[in-house]
């Protein structure tokens, strides 16, 4: 169950990071619009989605550890 811990603890992490990105993204767009770089928004974006994908990834991780932990501890109660 310490494992199950982790990967929660990492998926809470990933959406608290994905959080701040997206609260400075209006901050990028600003500085973007100043430079005239439309492909600054693009490059702050990058980092939300790649860790929306690690908390995605990790919930996933998260949910099969916990159905197969809970099939072995069945078994193990079996004869």
Do not use: H
Request: charged residues 15%; hydrophobic residues 65%; aromatic residues 8%.
């Amino acid at each position: 169950m310490l494992s199950v811990k982790a990967l929660k603890n990492i998926k809470i992490c990933a959406l608290i990071i994905t959080g701040l990105y997206v609260v400075i993204l209006p901050f990028v767009y600003f500085v973007a619009e100043l430079d005239d770089a439309p492909g600054l928004i693009i490059i702050g974006m990058i980092p939300a989605f790649a860790s929306i994908v690690i908390a995605v990834f990790a919930a996933v991780l998260q949910r099969l550890l916990q159905e197969a932990i809970l099939i072995k501890s069945e078994n193990d109660l079996t004869v």
